[in-house]
């Protein structure tokens, strides 16, 4: 017997009718299943379908036999299942995948889960029971993973016989479970691929899968540790070729899983793959995202994407990169976590993590991901929360200027109570511009759920530079759909303020097409989604800007015109263009509460020059129209803002009649019946949150040693 086949063999498992025990019949005899953490186990739907009706309704139907013993266990995620507990199946679509609970079997050892997709021509055992030699009896063969059909993965060399279904297939190379045999033709058989499960996390009550997975990680901690005798799956891992190259050794990477173990688990695939994405730019300078066919559902397996990185751009080898790489995503996570959710997490874990990763980091990482991994780590624990009611929080958007040609860095954060500012997600190196909105979609929605508290609904603050004040943010939408318009044709971004344009009555045939959710519909319908200025907000606040706000917050809004030559009651032909000088005087004279209403974009030259006299003034309130329109169409806009200013009397008031406003403006017949028109943005920019005080955006130095 190979060391790995004794690793295996005290995890399998024999699926039989209930009260059956060994039953020597082969009527008795279902297939074979395998333990993945103490009294869990995994098999195929279609082996636990033999005990009929009642494995559907939950009853402890499953019989099941290892090297402990007998009992019975109850089926608690399959996929697919029938959908009436009554019903069978002819058919077994994959993934057919079912978790067994068995909770007699706490002592039962257990395989050791791969934390990657399985790779073609890896070599292979296949193991489970079966009475091909006419008695009943465990059968270990070895192949290959010949192919992918589909989501099956396709074997070949050893074959599958009757009675195996369920069983266990086994990485030669690495030592770990990548698949489960479900079935065989003439020539070849197919295994359910071990990323399978993650199809499981979206079947009712999958959360379970993250209790069953930090078991499987403590479980082979504690294996390791307990000096017996016995083999354990690291020790066989650490001899096998697969790891003969390796950065991070099969032992650092049981240490590693058993303290993600201890972590509140990833909400989504997304928060996973945003930090694997951060690293790979650290280590490898590469800018785009690595194709990833499959999404992770936990922290291991951000750890498994990253293991045999290579950088290309410097001279290291794959194991150095590899383990740079890995640290810095315990980094990562160890922050992440504590910074969203700061009252799930226990302390004094989370510090001997931390030491955990600094102690590896300083033996062992590069100097350059050192540095990174130590500004990660500090002052962790004074971000962390005790447990208790969350502040009121909000979320701040900030987008910067142009870095690497045409690619705009963003980040977003939370906002407590107006002062700490926690990170979310960010990405230095950028987006084109027609990529922002989904680059920022999910973490921004991540963002608002984390910020939304009982009765509090968390606003979006959204940082600009100036050339896309017209970005239309507030169409913004939190579920995946077709982009709103982004570009700079149809935003209106740099176009001419005065330049004619199409009226957007088009714009009202129509209505929106969207499933009426909090999440789907856009941003502005629902929550105070306002704009601020990136440039003024990375100094200190100027005299002006202070004075302007302090007397729009103490007096009644009223509005008036930010360009001289574009009055509320429409434009009037030849007249001269107001000068920047000249508008900066007038606005700043202004009496306090007037607020400056711009009918037209503010990206246009005219518009930009204004705004920017507007800002240099001090003003903190504005308000304009972001999309292009008939001049003919200004009166009833400045009418619709003076409207808005009056309902709402006061800065503080002014979400609520501003979202009223952009409802009736999103349904035609509303909008047609009130004369209502445009699109409205608003800057609302207070000079005393953050992020004063904050670097200007720019890319990190990458880890490597030519910095």
């Not at 009642?54 to 029938?82: D, I, N």
């Not at 926690?422 to 511009?433: E, N």
């Not at 909105?437 to 509090?456: K, M, S, T, V």
């Amino acid at each position: 017997m190979s060391a790995l086949e004794e690793m295996v063999r005290p995890s399998l498992a024999r699926i039989v009718a209930p009260r059956d025990g060994y039953a020597p019949d082969r009527d008795g005899y279902w297939g074979s299943g395998f333990f993945v953490a103490p009294g869990w186990l995994l098999t195929c739907a279609h082996v636990v379908a033999e005990g009929g009706a009642a494995v559907w309704r939950g009853e402890s139907a499953v019989g099941v036999t290892w090297q402990g013993g007998f009992t019975t266990g109850e089926v608690v995620l399959a996929k697919p299942r029938p959908e009436d507990a009554d019903a069978g199946r002819r058919h077994w679509d994959f993934p057919d995948v079912a978790l067994v609970r068995v909770p007699d079997a706490v002592d039962a050892r257990c395989v050791w889960l791969s934390d990657r997709a399985p790779v073609l021509g890896t070599p292979v055992s296949l193991h489970g029971w079966s009475r091909q030699t006419g008695e009943l009896g465990v059968r270990d063969v070895t192949g290959e993973i010949q192919g992918v059909d589909d989501r099956a993965l396709v074997l070949g060399g050893g074959r599958l016989v009757d009675g195996v279904s369920g069983g266990p297939v086994v990485d030669l190379r690495h030592g770990a479970l990548v698949g489960m045999n479900k079935g065989r033709n003439e020539h070849e058989g197919a295994a359910v691929a071990v990323t399978a499960l993650r199809e499981l996390f979206d079947v009712r009550g999958g959360d379970v899968l993250h209790t069953v997975v930090r078991e499987h990680d403590l479980h082979h901690l504690e294996r390791f540790l307990d000096g017996s005798a016995d083999p354990d799956w690291t020790t066989v891992q650490s001899g096998l070729p697969g790891y003969a190259a390796a950065g991070v050794t099969p032992e650092l990477r049981v240490h590693l899983y058993a303290h993600f173990a201890q972590l509140p688990p990833p909400g989504r695939s997304g928060e996973v793959m945003t930090l694997v994405h951060n690293v790979r730019r650290r280590v490898t300078g590469e800018r785009q995202p690595s194709p990833i066919l499959h999404e992770p559902r936990t922290w291991r397996e951000g750890a498994g994407l990253l293991l045999g990185l290579r950088d290309r751009q410097a001279p290291r080898s794959r194991s150095a990169a590899e383990l740079d790489a890995v640290l810095l995503y315990a980094a990562e996570v160890a922050r992440h976590t504590v910074e969203t959710h700061p009252a799930r997490v226990d302390r004094a874990r989370l510090r001997a993590f931390a030491g955990w990763i600094t102690e590896h980091a300083r033996r062992h990482a590069h100097w350059g991901a050192r540095d990174t991994i130590d500004g990660l780590l500090r002052g962790l624990f004074l971000t962390t929360r005790p447990a208790g009611p969350r502040l009121r929080a909000d979320v701040l958007v900030r987008i910067g200027d142009r870095v690497y040609g045409d690619l705009y860095p963003w980040s977003v954060q939370l906002l407590y109570d107006g002062q700490d500012v926690t990170p979310v997600a960010a990405d230095d190196h950028g987006v084109p511009l027609d990529g922002l909105y989904e680059a920022i979609r999910e973490p921004l929605l991540r963002a608002l759920r984390q910020g939304d508290q009982g009765e509090h609904l968390a606003a979006v603050e959204v940082f600009l530079p100036r050339r896309l004040f017209d970005l239309p943010v507030d169409e913004w939408r939190l579920v995946p759909e077709e982009a709103p318009a982004t570009d700079q044709e149809d935003a209106g971004l740099d176009a001419d303020a005065d330049a004619d344009a199409e009226s957007d009555d088009a714009d009202l045939d129509g209505d929106f097409e969207f499933d009426f959710d909090e999440d789907s519909m856009p941003l502005g319908l629902r929550r105070s989604v306002v704009i601020r200025d990136l440039r003024r907000n990375s100094r200190a606040p100027s005299p002006e800007w202070r004075t302007r706000f302090s007397g729009v917050r103490r007096s009644r809004l009223e509005h008036a015109p930010l360009r001289a030559e574009a009055p509320p009651e429409g434009h009037t032909p030849g007249v001269r263009r107001e000068s920047a000088v000249a508008a900066y005087g007038r606005l700043s004279t202004l009496k306090d509460g007037r607020v400056p209403v711009h009918c037209g974009p503010v990206t246009g030259r005219e518009g930009r020059e204004a705004m920017a006299a507007a800002l240099t003034a001090g003003h903190a309130v504005l308000l304009w129209r972001r999309d292009g329109h008939d001049h003919a169409d200004c009166p009833a806009f400045h009418r619709q803002a003076a409207r808005v200013l009056e309902l709402a009397g006061r800065v503080e008031a002014l979400h609520e009649p501003l979202r009223e406003l952009r409802i009736s403006l999103a349904d035609p017949d509303t909008a047609r019946a009130q004369g209502l028109k445009g699109k409205i943005a608003v800057l609302f920019d207070p000079p005393d949150r953050p992020p004063h005080g904050e670097d200007t955006m720019r890319p990190p130095p990458l880890v490597g040693p030519d910095n």
